[in-house]
């Protein structure tokens, strides 16, 4: 049977629910979103001469649900006209309408006994065959489904999402014991085709994979503190970004999430994991206990391990729980010598092994904090998995760790992990030995450009399945190098198609970078069919190298400066104007440089997390990479015929004067960033590779023929550099920008408006790429420019002088 999926039913609004429900909207499902009646009116209601018996009334908690998640921040849903797709109820008067969706999603209050009665409700309106599953963290799935009918059982199971369902990617199916396989396979495939999810499929343990894992590691921080005397900030610091971890760590984590949500899945596990080895670690330090006493559970209560307060003079301070006082204090600086060892590292999977032989605190903690972390995953096969890659794939779709806790001890050795086991007096699980024992020394192994992990059962390497809808660049990059600089790898991809990957920090593009995506374009017109620029970073990049543009301004190489510019804008023109086709696969921060580099490809597949804008006007100049022509080229060839072109000009203008930066890739249409018809969207970022090279390859195969240099780009002159100017002097009255961001936005309006022509005209590309580039160097002269550049060099932020 093949099953699509048109509309679902999410019961229960909360946080989750609202949250779940946002995410299918986002993919294009159709939602039906219910909750409970209120029992009684509220002031609002009374003062109305409302009735419990209004509409309004009874669909009061839905909505209220809704519309709180719809304004929380970051937002749960890709753009808000996506919010049209979700219809409110109640489960009194709306509940038979769960009869027409093809799945029902349970997501109430974590109590057995309301679930049951939940599902009692709905398998009497219920239409056979319908999917209905449960987003419960802990409650054994088992005890959810009995007394149901056998339809029922054979198409339930549990599905948890994490919180927040669009940003994290895990994606946990827990079997009941009549679930039908074929149910099993359909969601495993749905997950992350559809959803963008990483499937994973779990045993009925208490709280699964992830959160099993993941209580484990911060309980056992919380019990390890005192004993290595260390501060929150000290924790946090450790177990951030320096690890491949969120910039949130430990505590802030806890913050956000909430303590008492930690707290009850902590307790579920310790009353339901009785024979669990380190049992004794999910009880709760009397921190913990005095914190929950105080209702200091986060951000929801305004304070938990951090809190938020003004000092004498108004200005936010951000203090501290002082675990030693119970007091909060100002907030201390952690240094570590260990972490400076590894400032010169940026690729994290190579810091573990010189963070793990620090000598000072910080390198005593990752032993200990590794050491009990691979003791435990090792003993939770096959109880909780029996495949040591699923816990991988849980710690690193679930709680945003860049490597998995298997992965962390290959990057270490096998022995070395051996070694900090033993250092805090635990065991590896027997199969490690017996791994050691075969010769075996790490538990993965890339062969062929796939990824193979060591099978408990078959006590040998078996292929990770699922990898043929992917192309993973690690696994590929070194049996399938065609060229290495210092800034990038080109790749083959196989069927005739190329892939340049930036590898500068954070993915700059400077020299390095420019001369191998030229490199790249040079290799694939004269041996392949086609380009894709892609690569698999947390980011796609932020933009252009602004250190070396401030040190030519400072050194006043205006000739050279002019060179670098010139070679930045001739290599997006080559993207454009090659004899191949070319595709950008943008993700993450795809800012500047990085976004001007997609406005040439001949196509975008982005992924749905692309957060794309030119924000040049950040450090004093404007998009000189052709950004600024581009923009107007595209608002010229939107013009229609009765349109104000002043008008539609003007949101070009805009969108690079406001530094507008999408939220989305769905919201970089909006401003003109991608374009409807022609760029595409997917959701599994893991997918975005073998989907541009599937787009290259095509576009190749229908007969690729270079495009035409334009020659009729309609400018509107003076009469559109009238209005911008008219429009900046009134800013700068009313204080709403400086001086100098007058003269940034007044560059740009030139160079938008063509020029200071008497009449609207048409002219080349490159007459726009070269009052572009002329104005970029005039700005780079300007002493208040080189202020915001080395600020931003400086601190990561922009200045406003």
């Known amino acids: 049977m093949k099953r699509h999926i048109n509309k679902i039913a999410v019961i229960g609004s909360g946080i989750m629910g609202s949250g779940i429900a946002c995410h299918f909207a986002n993919i294009g499902v159709e939602v039906l979103l219910l909750d409970i009646v209120p029992r009684e009116l509220n002031a609002k209601e009374k003062a109305k001469g409302l009735t419990l018996d209004d509409t309004t009334v009874r669909n009061r908690i839905v909505n209220d649900s809704l519309a709180a998640a719809l304004k929380s921040k970051p937002s749960p849903v890709y753009h808000q006209k996506f919010a049209n797709r979700i219809t409110t109820g109640n489960l009194e008067d709306d509940i038979a309408k769960v009869a027409k969706v093809d799945w029902i999603i349970e997501v109430v209050v974590e109590r057995l006994d309301i679930k049951k009665q939940v599902f009692e409700t709905l398998e009497r309106h219920r239409t056979p065959g319908t999917l209905i599953t449960s987003n419960t963290s802990g409650i054994p799935i088992h005890f959810m489904s009995e007394g149901r009918s056998d ?11 994490f919180n927040p369902a669009r940003y994290l990617k895990l994606f946990e199916i827990i079997p009941g014991p009549k679930t039908s396989p074929e149910v099993l396979v359909f969601l495993n495939g749905y997950g992350e085709q559809f959803l963008g999810k990483t499937s994973v499929l779990a045993k009925d343990t208490p709280a699964f994979i992830g959160n099993r894992i993941g209580i484990f590691s911060i309980q056992s921080l919380f019990h390890a503190l005192k004993a290595l005397g260390m501060t929150v900030e ?42 669990d080895e380190r049992h004794e670690l999910f009880a709760l330090p009397d921190f913990i206990a005095t914190m929950m006493e105080n209702k200091w ?177 690690d696994n590929i990059r070194t049996t399938k190098e065609v060229f290495k600089n210092a800034g990038v790898v080109i790749e083959d991809l196989g069927d005739g198609i190329l892939n340049c990957e930036f590898q500068s920090k954070m993915n700059t593009i400077g020299a390095d970078v420019l001369a191998g995506l030229n490199k790249a374009i040079d290799l694939a017109e004269k041996d392949f069919q086609g380009l894709v620029v892609g690569n698999q970073a947390a980011n796609f990049s932020v933009g252009a190298n602004i250190g070396m543009i401030f040190m030519m301004a400072v050194e006043q190489e205006y000739d050279e400066l002019n060179m670098a510019i010139k070679m930045f804008q001739d290599s997006m023109m080559r993207m454009r104007y090659s004899s191949i086709p070319t595709v950008a696969a943008p993700h993450g921060m795809t800012l500047g440089g990085g976004c001007e580099l997609s406005l040439h490809a001949d196509k975008v597949v982005a992924a749905a997390e692309t957060y794309m804008g030119l924000v040049e006007f950040g450090v004093g100049v404007i998009p000189g990479g052709g950004g600024s022509k581009e923009l107007a080229m595209r608002a010229s060839d939107s013009f229609r015929k009765g349109d104000v072109e002043l008008n539609v000009l003007q949101e070009y203008f805009l969108t690079i004067g406001m530094a507008k930066v999408s939220t989305s890739a769905y919201e970089a249409y909006d401003l003109g960033l991608l374009q409807k018809g022609k760029d595409i969207v997917v959701v599994n970022k893991d997918r975005q590779i073998a989907t541009a090279k599937a787009h290259a390859k095509l576009m190749a195969e229908a007969g690729y023929t270079r495009p035409p240099a334009r020659k009729d780009v309609k400018v509107l002159g003076k009469q559109a550099l009238g209005m911008f100017l008219v429009g900046t002097d009134s800013m700068e009255a009313s204080n709403y920008i400086s001086e100098h961001d007058k003269k940034i936005a007044n560059k740009l309006a030139y160079v938008m408006a063509g020029g200071d022509l008497s009449e609207p005209t048409m002219v080349s590309e490159q007459y726009l790429l070269d009052i572009e580039r002329e104005a970029f160097l005039s700005l780079c002269t300007e002493r208040k420019t080189l202020e915001r550049i080395q600020h931003m060099l400086k601190t990561g932020k922009p200045l406003r002088n």
């Open 151 to 161: 339809d029922f059982q054979k198409h339930f199971c549990g599905t948890h999402f």
């Open 234 to 275: 000290e924790v946090d610091k450790l177990t951030g970004p320096v690890i491949g971890r969120p910039k949130s760590a430990t505590f802030r984590t806890v913050d956000v999430v909430g303590l008492d949500t930690l707290v009850h899945v902590a307790n579920g596990i310790s009353e339901n994991c009785k024979d």
């Open 297 to 473: 559970l986060g951000s929801k209560t305004g304070q938990g391990f951090y809190k938020k307060s003004k000092d004498a003079k108004g200005k936010t301070e951000i203090l501290t729980l002082d675990l030693d006082t119970m007091e909060y204090r100002s907030k201390k600086s952690a240094k570590f010598p260990t972490l400076e060892q590894t400032k010169t590292i940026d690729t994290v999977v190579d810091r573990f092994a010189v963070l793990t032989a620090g000598t000072d605190k910080a390198g005593e903690f990752y032993r200990k904090s590794f050491g009990q972390l691979f003791a435990y995953v090792s003993h939770r096969i096959p109880e909780i998995s029996d495949e040591l890659y699923k816990i991988d794939d849980a710690m690193k779709a679930g709680f945003g760790w860049e490597h998995g806790p298997f992965q962390i001890w290959d990057a270490i050795g096998l022995d070395k992990g051996l070694e900090f086991i033993a250092a805090e007096k635990q065991e590896a699980a027997a199969w490690v030995s017996e791994m050691k024992t075969a010769g075996i020394t790490s538990f993965y192994q890339v062969k062929d450009g796939a990824t193979y992990f060591y099978d408990i059962p078959s006590k040998q390497m078996v292929k990770v399945p699922g990898q043929d809808a992917f192309i993973i660049l």
